[in-house]
C-alpha cells in the first residue's frame, strides 16, 4: 500500500469506465515513448502486494491475471509469489535481471493498491512508494506507475471487498496486455519510425 502525492496522475478513471483499459494502455505508452531513448529499454511490470488481505492483494491479482491471459512478456508478482515488503528488494533485483535477459534495460511499470478513493485507477510518471501509506521505509520502484483505491482508510485494505479487488485487477492486467501488445508488435513506434523514414 501506498501514496504518492508528488506528481499528478496522467490517467484518473474508475475500473468500472468502459474506457478504463484504454486509458490505461494509451497513457502507458506515451510514458514510455517519451522516456530518453526509449528503443534501449524493455518493459517489465512489477506488481506488488501481500495475500493476506484482499485490497493489498490488487498486485498479485493482476499477475494471476496476466498469467491466465497469457502474457507472454515479464512480470514479477502474483498470487503465488507475491512482492511485498520482505522480499521486495530481491523481487527488484529479479525484476532488473529479466529485462537484462532480454539485452534490453529495464523499465518498470510498478502496480500497488492505495489507501483512498475505492474504485478509482491512477496512472502516475516517476516512482512508487511502497508501504508509504503505512509509514514503511522501502525502496521507491519504477519509471512510472499504477495504483489502486481500495479503501478510504489504511485499516480498512484488509477488509476490501475481494469483487473490487478482482475486478480492479483484471482492468490493470488488461491495459497492461494492451500496451504489450503495442510493444511486442512494434506498432509503438510505428509513428516515429514514419516519420524519421520521411514515410509519414
Avoid: C
Amino acid at each position: 500500500m501506498s501514496r504518492d502525492g508528488a506528481r499528478s496522475p496522467v490517467v484518473d478513471v474508475h475500473f468500472q469506465d468502459p474506457t478504463a483499459v484504454r486509458q490505461l494502455a494509451r497513457a502507458l505508452g506515451d510514458q514510455f515513448r517519451a522516456h530518453a531513448q526509449a528503443e534501449r529499454y524493455f518493459p517489465v511490470f512489477f506488481l506488488v502486494g501481500a495475500t493476506s488481505s484482499t485490497g493489498d492483494s490488487l498486485g498479485p491479482f493482476t499477475g494471476w491475471f496476466l498469467k491466465r491471459k497469457g502474457f507472454t512478456g515479464e512480470y514479477v508478482g502474483d498470487l503465488e509469489n507475491p512482492v511485498h515488503a520482505t522480499n521486495l528488494r530481491g523481487r527488484l533485483s529479479e525484476a532488473r535481471a529479466r529485462a537484462l535477459r532480454r539485452e534490453k534495460l529495464p523499465y518498470l511499470i510498478a502496480v500497488d493498491a492505495a489507501v483512498g478513493r475505492p474504485g478509482r485507477l491512477t496512472l502516475t510518471p516517476g516512482p512508487l512508494r511502497p508501504g508509504a501509506a503505512m509509514g514503511k521505509n522501502l525502496p521507491q520502484v519504477g519509471q512510472v506507475h499504477i495504483m489502486g483505491g481500495m479503501a478510504n482508510f489504511p485499516f480498512m485494505i484488509w477488509f476490501a471487498g475481494l469483487d473490487q479487488t478482482v475486478g480492479m485487477a483484471e482492468v490493470i492486467a488488461d491495459g497492461l496486455m494492451a500496451f504489450w501488445a503495442d510493444y511486442e508488435s512494434g506498432r509503438l513506434f510505428g509513428r516515429r519510425q514514419m516519420l524519421q523514414t520521411g514515410l509519414a
